[in-house]
C-alpha cells in the first residue's frame, strides 16, 4: 500500500512537470499566432488578449503577402531543403551500407573522422567553403540555380555525418544472414540493397531524412551566405529581412514568424510518429 502511494504520488509530480514544460513551451508559439492577428496598438496595450472584436485584422498578413513574394519564397526553401534530403538520403545510404557490411584498409580510421567532422561548427567553415565555390564560379547571387546550388552543397556536407552514423549503427543490426541468401539466390548488391537493407531500414532512413530536411529548411546562415538578391530569398531568409525592416511594427514580425513556423511544425505534427519510432529503434539498434 506504502509503495503505490509513493508510485502515484512520484506519476502526480513526473506529469505536473511535463505540463509545466508543455504550457511554457507551447505558450510563446500560441502567443505568436494570437497577436499575428491585431493591429501594432493592440499588441503593445493588450498583448495577451484574444484577437476579437475590433482587435481582429488579417491586415499583417497581407501587407507581408504585398511587401514581399511569399511564395516565391516558400518555393526556394523546398527546392533546397527537398534536394538536400534526396542526395543526402542517397549517399548516407550507400556510405553507411559500405562502412557496416565491407571491411577495408583504414575503415577505422575514415569511421573517425566522420564521427570528429560533427564536431565543427558550420560558422567554423563557411569562409573556406565560400571562397571554395567562389573559385569554381558558382558564386552568383542574381542566379537563382546557382545561388539554390551554393546552399545545398554545403548542407549536403553538413548533414552527411549524421546521417551516416544513424544508418550505420541501424545497418550493423540487420542479420547478414538475409544478405547471405540474397547473395546466393543471384542477387547483386544494388538489389541487396533495393529489396533487403532498404525495406528493412525504412524507420532509420525515415528519421535521416525528417531531420535534414527540418535542419535544411531552418538553416538561416548558410542561406543569408549565398542567398543576396531578394528574388533568390528563402523563407527563413525572408523571414531575416522582414525582422530587420519591420522595426517596430511587431504585428508584421510575429504574422511572418507564423508563416516560417507553421510548415514545421506540421511536418512534426504529421510525421511524429516517424521520428519517434526511428530514434527509438536506432537507439535500441545501433
Known sequence: MIANKKQKAAHVLIYAVLIFWAVTTVFPFIWVILNSFKQTRFIRTDTFALPLGSMFTLENYTTAFARVDIPGAYRTSLVISISVTAVVVFLAGLAAYGMARYSFRGRR???????????????STIIPVFRMMYGWGIVKFESL?????????????GNLSFAVIVLMGYIRSIPIE????????????FQILQKIVFPL???????????????SYNDLFTQSFFLRNKRTYSITRLLAEI????????????????????PVLLVYIVLQKNIIKGMTVGAIKG
Open 109 to 123: 580510421l575514415l569511421q573517425s573522422l566522420i564521427v570528429a567532422s560533427m564536431m565543427f561548427p558550420v560558422f
Open 145 to 157: 540555380p546557382l545561388s539554390i546550388l551554393c546552399v545545398v552543397l554545403p548542407q549536403i556536407a
Open 178 to 189: 538475409l544478405e547471405e541468401a540474397a547473395y546466393l539466390e543471384g542477387y547483386n548488391v
Open 201 to 215: 531500414a525504412r524507420p532509420s532512413f525515415a528519421t535521416v531524412a525528417i531531420f535534414t530536411f527540418l535542419w
Open 243 to 262: 525582422s530587420s525592416q519591420a522595426g517596430v511594427n511587431y504585428g508584421l514580425m510575429v504574422a511572418a514568424v507564423v508563416m516560417v513556423v507553421v
